[in-house]
């Protein structure tokens, strides 16, 4: 999926869920285990999943946007950006059909008090659950003035906050992109098409 500027949304949709999460790529190597890599990665025509004990981020902002996928087929999703984020506990896993039946990609990492880190991240996603807490939040902000470097449209209805932190995190997605992600005890593994949730 081609995250088409996704901060080209539409007008008057009003976002009642606040979506900050994180994704690792499908296809990540083992050499980022125990490293900071800069990424920048899309999952190309499928959603995937993510789950999280807990996400505990700073300089957050979210508004209406379009990502296009491969066959040019556009997708409204819900843009969140988080400047500094904690998971603990990430599982990511992705399905999908192939010749030789149903296979599962999961990812695991973040555990053993060692949580991911990750810098500069933009989601794409299209629902978002958990108990989520923030602090200084503003609801109905204009989009261009959110208080993240990554900003909606003129008009778009948006809303930010200093932090942001979320319990027993479940989330669907299109893309993810980030600056730097940091997988502390990752496992990448081939599943029968077992998900996070």
Same mark, same amino acid.
């Given at each position: 999926?081609?995250?088409?500027?996704?901060?080209?949304?539409?007008?008057?949709?009003?976002?009642?869920?606040?979506?900050?999460?994180?994704?690792?790529?499908?296809?990540?190597?083992?050499?980022? /285990?125990?490293g900071a890599v800069p990424v920048s990665? %899309?999952?190309?025509? #499928?959603?995937?999943?993510? #789950? /999280?004990? %807990?996400?505990d981020g700073t300089g957050f902002s979210?508004?209406?946007?379009?990502? &296009?996928?491969?066959?040019?087929? $556009?997708?409204?999703?819900?843009?969140?950006?988080?400047?500094?984020? $904690?998971?603990?506990?990430? =599982?990511?896993?992705?399905?999908?059909?192939?010749?030789?039946?149903?296979?599962?990609?999961?990812?695991?990492? *973040? *555990? *053993?008090?060692?949580?991911? &880190?990750?810098?500069?991240?933009?989601?794409?996603? #299209?629902?978002?659950?958990?108990? /989520?807490?923030?602090?200084?939040?503003?609801?109905?902000?204009?989009?261009?003035?959110?208080? &993240?470097?990554?900003?909606?449209?003129?008009?778009?209805?948006?809303?930010?906050?200093?932090? @942001?932190?979320?319990?027993?995190?479940?989330? &669907?997605?299109?893309?993810?992109?980030?600056?730097?992600? $940091?997988?502390k005890g990752m496992h990448v593994q @081939?599943? *029968?098409?077992? $998900? =996070?949730?």
């Open positions: 999926m081609k995250l088409r500027n996704i901060t080209k949304t539409h007008g008057g949709r009003i976002l009642l869920a606040a979506v900050p999460a994180v994704a690792a790529a499908t296809l990540v190597t083992a050499g980022v /285990a125990q990665f %899309s999952i190309s025509g #499928s959603q995937f999943k993510l #789950s /999280a004990d %807990s996400l979210q508004y209406a946007g379009v990502a &296009t996928d491969s066959a040019g087929v $556009e997708h409204a999703v819900i843009s969140a950006n988080i400047g500094q984020a $904690e998971i603990v506990n990430l =599982c990511q896993s992705v399905v999908t059909e192939t010749p030789l039946g149903t296979v599962g990609v999961m990812i695991t990492a *973040g *555990g *053993g008090g060692a949580p991911v &880190t990750a810098t500069g991240l933009q989601i794409g996603m #299209s629902d978002l659950q958990g108990d /989520a807490s923030f602090s200084n939040i503003r609801i109905g902000v204009d989009g261009s003035a959110v208080s &993240t470097d990554i900003k909606g449209g003129a008009g778009d209805f948006a809303q930010d906050s200093d932090t @942001i932190h979320i319990d027993g995190l479940r989330q &669907t997605a299109w893309l993810t992109q980030a600056a730097v992600f $940091e997988l @081939i599943t *029968g098409g077992d $998900e =996070c949730f």
